[in-house]
């Protein structure tokens, strides 16, 4: 439920406590971002939470050395939604940003909402943007206009255009005509009039787009974007959005037997993750937060090209022909979250500091100031975090003990935490580490997670909203709600499966409500008529309508969804499919028709 701005409990009672051990540390030294998002990836693609996942050691490690969520949140079941809900820490029902943008949008996420981006660049970081945006890329819309220093990537989907190497998708497409209008065929779920383009800030510099590079190529970027806002002496906030593991999928290597297509892929999105982290412990100053989540599950619908579950998967639902994991606003993340600070002896104090990486590479925020801590042999110090552990099989609600295990050479403090954090929680937990102000005049449904991210705290959510992006109903409606250990459905079904069937739209009034506690794979919801069902519907009622009623109270946005072919963006209008001349597309026929984006002045 949202909360109003500045949020009682996240800044003016959190913030003091934050600020107090921090401060003396790092003095007027703001901390850098990197918030790596992953596109459809599925809670079960990350070996540190599925054993069958070996294709992940990069991720693996990283989760080994930060702190690792596993009953992390989406905000939506599609990519607009989900990432405006990140970008600004509101739902789609306040912001506006209900379902996804086409790519004839005229508009995209309101101009009245605030980013993340615009925030922390009044706030002095330099700001960068690298990968899938579908926030609307026409006019102000543009991450140019957004907040962002510096853009490059794909302004929308990367199924949403055609290519001249399509890679695998379900069902398969064609590649992009190159002579006349005649050569173009036709195809369900494939777009062949119009060629994917790629951006460098508001220029098309390549399209179609070249999707075996575009690993490699995101990877330069963060390279090159981290090492100019080093060489300014700023904090840094770089926001990489993957291709990854959105279809079409193209592996970089031919695929192996097992996991084929998908494992390959799998294997290239982690190694791109290590290298963007070696990047920034090895260019990277002060100290930095890396933090990869993904968007909003597996697209089911793709089979064998779709994500893992997990443990999460909607059995109820799934037996009457419905994708409860995904469309049914159910979706359950996996997030890991990294800092790393390092200790030097400055000229003038010898408690100077800055950010190589942290190794053997554990939890380090803040990093303590005493003299008598202990140090690595790099000369590094550490705090020791917690790893918040949501006992997907063992319990959602853990007793708060601590036990210890070996990882490597660390020991790290372990504890199940009673609180389910949200991809809503980045927008307000890295603006209170930068020490921004929330936007006025508007409520927030993240909250600063900052004290569960250090162990100091297991206080979270008390409740969460899942609103409808892609099944049945209005896109954007409440449709389900999670409180505690309880999940309630007040609408299932309508998303289509991977056998291309639907499963039908049900109202359930009263709701339908899982005790995840005992049954996480939403096997059977409670019987109406028991004793554990009266008991909590009453709570989950005033829970909802207290939601409705926050929504309606607040300010809220509408987004303009409307279409223009003239909104598409094409590198030259003359050419078929729009497609530029040169090597890498940046070569412009000069006697062709160019159509240039509209800027935002």
């Not at 579908?134 to 794909?154: E, N």
């Not at 070249?210 to 963060?222: H, M, W």
């Not at 890295?430 to 006025?440: E, I, M, N, R």
């Amino acid at each position: 439920m949202g909360t109003p701005a500045p949020s009682p409990w996240a800044v003016l009672v959190l913030a003091p406590v934050l600020l107090g051990l921090w401060a003396p540390c790092v003095g007027s030294r703001q901390p850098n971002f990197i918030v790596i998002l992953a596109d459809d990836v599925g809670w079960g693609d990350l070996g540190a939470n599925w054993a069958e996942t070996k294709e992940t050691p990069r991720l693996d490690q990283l989760a080994a050395e930060g702190t690792r969520f596993v009953d992390f949140h989406s905000a939506a079941s599609t990519c607009s939604p989900s990432r405006a809900s990140l970008l600004t820490g509101r739902l789609g029902v306040r912001s506006g940003v209900t379902h996804n943008f086409a790519i004839s949008s005229l508009g995209g996420l309101p101009l009245n909402e605030t980013t993340l981006a615009e925030v922390l660049r009044e706030a002095g970081y330099s700001t960068g943007a690298i990968g899938k945006w579908h926030l609307g890329h026409h006019g102000c819309h543009h991450p140019s206009s957004r907040g962002f220093d510096y853009y490059f990537g794909i302004p929308y989907s990367h199924d949403m255009g055609c290519t001249d190497t399509p890679g695998y998708n379900v069902p398969p497409c064609p590649p992009c005509p190159r002579h006349s209008a005649a050569a173009r065929v036709a195809r369900k779920d494939c777009y062949t009039e119009v060629a994917l383009p790629l951006f460098e800030n508001v220029t098309i510099v390549q399209q179609p787009v070249e999707l075996g590079s575009l690993a490699r190529r995101y990877a330069e970027e963060a390279e090159r974007f981290i090492q100019r806002a080093s060489d300014s002496g700023r904090p840094f906030f770089l926001y990489v959005a993957l291709a990854h593991m959105h279809v079409p999928l193209v592996p970089p290597l031919p695929p192996t037997p097992g996991r084929g297509i998908y494992g390959a892929s799998l294997a290239e999105m982690d190694a791109l993750v290590g290298r963007i982290k070696e990047v920034a412990d090895s260019l990277g100053k002060g100290s930095t937060l890396l933090w990869f989540t993904g968007d909003n599950g597996p697209w089911a619908q793709k089979c064998e090209l779709a994500g893992r579950l997990g443990p999460f998967v909607g059995a109820w639902q799934r037996q009457r022909g419905n994708l409860a994991a995904r469309f049914s606003s159910t979706s359950r993340m996996l997030s890991t979250a990294l800092f790393s600070c390092r200790w030097e002896l400055s000229k003038a104090n010898n408690l100077g500091r800055r950010a190589q990486g942290a190794s053997p590479g554990v939890l380090a925020w803040p990093c303590p100031c005493q003299e008598d801590e202990p140090r690595s042999a790099q000369g590094q110090s550490w705090v020791q975090p917690f790893q918040l552990l949501g006992a997907p099989l063992g319990g959602m609600w853990g007793t708060g003990d601590v036990g210890e295990t070996l990882q490597g050479s660390s020991l790290l403090a372990l504890m199940t935490v009673p609180s389910f954090p949200s991809i809503l929680d980045i927008f307000p937990t890295l603006v209170a580490l930068a020490g921004a102000a929330l936007p006025p005049n508007r409520r927030f449904d993240g909250l600063d997670v900052s004290p569960v991210l250090f162990g100091w705290s297991d206080v979270g959510h008390k409740v969460l909203l899942h609103p409808n992006s892609g099944a049945a109903g209005k896109a954007g409606e409440i449709q389900a709600l999670r409180l505690a250990q309880y999940k309630a459905f007040y609408t299932t079904g309508g998303a289509m499966a991977c056998d291309g069937s639907t499963g039908p739209a049900q109202q359930h009034q009263p709701p339908l409500i899982f005790n995840l506690d005992r049954d996480i794979q939403e096997q059977e919801p409670l019987d109406v008529a028991s004793r554990e069902y009266q008991a909590v519907l009453p709570a989950i009622s005033r829970a909802y309508a207290q939601a409705l009623q926050d929504i309606a109270a607040d300010n809220v946005s509408v987004a303009d969804y409307s279409q223009d072919p003239a909104a598409i963006p094409c590198c030259n209008v003359q050419h078929v499919g729009c497609r530029c001349h040169g090597a890498l597309g940046a070569t412009q026929d000069p006697h062709g028709e160019r159509r240039t984006p509209r800027l935002c002045l």
